[in-house]
């Protein structure tokens, strides 16, 4: 799989946005979906064995709200994603793959370029980062996540999404990009988002295709 030919790119969908925007939860319930199918980078991160070298990497760079080098996530990530094709979970001639946390820098998205076709990245976006902070701190309590517990890592989040990760919305810049409320209700941002996929021009063969 690593030299997948160039028309051999996953057809992909991007969720990105600021931690606490609801880009798990979008994901997860597209990922439910005939034909979407839903990989989350963090999630990837958290199902590491802690007690093994890569496993200690997530925890020393998560647990202070930055980002874990770019050789090693990207590495981390194909090496889930194959795992994934041979086990036949991601069908890529039918599926789109929808990532979320991933690529989450500039560099991230131009080594991801030779494995994946972008075709809509859905910008969830909430100025507010109040009511993001607020999010973070419930779903520190109910999910265990120790990176959302803490109030200066959530700030470093925030700040390490500034800086790192809203450059890539330049970097696919046009009409790829459909940028979305994300303080609206989840149902009205996941009717949004589905409202960007149907209009592409790969949907509508899907829709032709008896599956
Ligand atoms: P959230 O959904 O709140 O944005 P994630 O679960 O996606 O958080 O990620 C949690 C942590 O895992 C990040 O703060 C970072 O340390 C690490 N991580 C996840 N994805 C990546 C990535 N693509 N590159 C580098 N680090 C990552």
């Given at each position: 799989m690593s030299d997948t030919p160039?028309?051999?790119?996953?057809?992909?969908?991007l969720i990105l946005g600021a931690p606490g925007s609801g880009k798990?939860?979008?994901?997860?319930?597209?990922?439910?979906i005939p034909r979407f199918h839903h990989l989350a980078c963090g999630d990837v991160f958290r199902s590491l064995d802690t007690r093994t070298p890569l496993g200690q990497k997530f925890v020393e760079y998560s647990s202070r709200?930055?980002?874990?080098?770019d050789d090693v996530t990207v590495a981390l990530w194909h090496a889930n994603v194959k795992h994934r094709v041979e086990a036949y979970l991601f069908k890529?001639?039918?599926d789109f793959l929808v990532l979320d946390?991933?690529?989450?820098?500039?560099?991230?998205?131009?080594i991801l370029?030779?494995?994946?076709?972008?075709l809509r990245v859905f910008h969830l976006s909430c100025p507010d980062r109040t009511e993001l902070a607020r999010r973070l701190r419930k779903r520190a309590l109910k999910?265990?996540?120790f990176d959302d517990a803490n109030e200066s890592v959530i700030q470093q989040r925030f700040a390490t999404y500034e800086a790192e990760t809203k450059p890539i919305l330049d970097y696919?810049?046009?009409?790829?990009?459909?940028n979305i409320d994300a303080s609206q209700p989840p149902a009205k941002v996941l009717y949004d988002i589905l409202g960007g996929v149907m209009t592409l021009d790969a949907w509508k063969e899907l829709e032709k295709m008896k599956i």
């Open positions: 160039k028309h051999a790119r996953f057809r992909t969908l798990g939860t979008q994901g997860k319930v597209l990922g439910s709200g930055e980002l874990v080098p890529p001639e039918i946390g991933i690529p989450r820098n500039v560099e991230q998205a131009r370029e030779k494995h994946i076709e972008v999910d265990n996540r696919y810049s046009g009409d790829r990009i459909v």
